[in-house]
Nanobody, 126 residues
């Protein structure tokens, strides 16, 4: 079992930055791939970015490439999402998730992930 808790969300103006954290409990965090997903009001949850268990592979949605950066510190059982140049369309609840996902295009599927956090709200004002 892995318990995930996101933090770092908030209200920011367009062009600003936020850093989300995903703290994991359990000894197996380092063996799991981690992904960030988001869900805006009235929309389906969508893939944002993912990172392999080692951190050696990352995958980004086109909408966030060049603006968001995913990272992880397995020694601290924590993952991060650095979000720069935020836009109003980035407004959503952001979720982190972990799972035994093989590095590759499959990391974009929410169904590949076994454990999810409760989400943190990110609001970008124009």
């Amino acid at each position: 079992q892995v318990h995930l808790v996101e933090s770092g969300g908030g209200l920011v103006q367009a062009g600003g930055s936020l850093r989300l954290s995903c703290a994991a409990s359990g000894r197996t965090f380092s063996s799991y791939a981690m992904g960030w997903f988001r869900q805006a009001p009235g929309k389906e949850r969508e893939f944002v970015v993912a990172i392999s268990w080692s951190g050696g592979s990352t995958y980004y949605a086109d909408s966030v490439k060049g603006r968001f950066t995913i990272s992880r510190d397995n020694a601290k059982n924590t993952g991060y999402l650095q979000m720069n140049s935020l836009k109003p369309e980035d407004t959503a609840v952001y979720y982190c998730a972990v799972g035994d996902v093989v590095a590759g295009p499959g990391m974009e599927s929410q169904y590949e992930y076994d454990y999810w956090g409760q989400g943190t709200q990110v609001t970008v004002s124009s």
